[in-house]
């Protein structure tokens, strides 16, 4: 191409240089054009935030543990799941309103991450590990029939799903989990977050028919087993204020064997590593 033709752009329009083709045109009524009632597309819409009423102090006193207010927003997450078994666009709404942050930047942490659910859970969510070495172990397998134990009318429960009343009691959400952490007990079922390990087909079904029947099992380690909610208001950093209470809701084995035997192995042996230097020399720099 030769010469100069800053008037023409693709398509042969006439836009002159230094013009956008939006300069040129009319702004366009999308709601006037639109073959339906379309107000609700730009309307806010407010959600009824008075199911958080009694958890507003709380939300304040998080928010005054932190130098900067938005910091607060991950266990405030917890604290409106506490509330309603999920983190609904009011528990947003709420969060927002209470760190001065917009409902997407809210959103988009509510989002990001697993443990906040948006749909209600069971009173127990139970967790079943399915990365590699638990998968390998039987992870797969146990949580294939959990899904077609728990389900009903044929239908297998799938992941993030309930079986029973979502939050009533005996109700019970199965998901499969990403690594739990515990690759040297596998496999591993957490319920709300709590371990039980060595598991197989047959102690994992015993185990939720528990849940479903009203018991609460002992975790293998850990803290006494409590319900999805109370455990997110834990999550949160919010504990019983009587000491024997608070003790008697934390108090559990946590250690295994199985974790420690290399400990106890170089314990035995005379195992020791050489002591770090107090003064490390820090390797050369390559000259460039």
């Known amino acids: 191409m030769t010469g100069s033709n800053t ?51 709380k939300a304040r006193e998080l928010v005054l543990r932190y130098p900067n207010s938005r910091s607060a927003l991950l266990p405030m997450l917890h604290l409106v799941q506490s ?17 001065d942050l917009t409902p997407a930047e809210v959103s ?60 009533a009691p005996g109700s019970v959400t199965l998901e499969h989990a990403e690594c739990l952490a515990a690759c040297d007990l596998g496999p591993v079922i957490q319920v709300n977050y709590e371990y039980f390990d060595n598991q197989t087909v047959d102690s994992a079904v015993a185990l939720v028919d528990a849940l479903r029947a009203g018991e609460k099992p002992a975790p293998t380690r850990g803290a006494p087993l409590r319900d999805f909610r109370t455990a ?32 106890k192995l170089a314990e035995d042996r005379g195992w020791t590593a050489k002591p770090y230097p107090a003064q490390a020399p820090l390797p050369e720099v390559e000259k460039k």
């Open 232 to 263: 997110e208001l834990e999550l949160a950093g919010f504990w019983p204020e009587d000491e024997a209470d608070y003790r008697a809701s934390v108090d559990g084995p946590s250690a295994a064997v199985e974790t420690l035997r290399g400990a």
């Open 108 to 167: 988009a942490v509510a989002t990001f991450y697993t443990m906040y659910k948006r749909k209600t859970c069971g009173e127990h969510l139970v967790s079943v590990c399915t990365n590699t070495l638990c998968a390998a172990l039987g992870g797969d397998e146990i949580y294939r029939e959990l899904g077609e134990h728990l389900g009903e009318d044929g239908k297998k429960l799938g992941h993030n799903e309930t079986a029973g009343e979502p939050g």
């Open 7 to 57: 008037g023409s752009t693709y398509g042969g329009s006439g836009v002159g240089a230094g013009t956008t083709h939006q300069e040129t045109v009319a702004d366009t009524d999308v709601l006037g054009i639109s073959p339906v009632a379309a107000e609700h597309l730009v309307a806010e819409f407010v959600e009824d935030l008075s199911v958080f009423d009694g958890i507003v102090d």
């Open 83 to 99: 509330v309603q078994g999920r983190v609904s666009q009011a528990g947003i709404q709420f969060c927002a309103a209470q760190l």
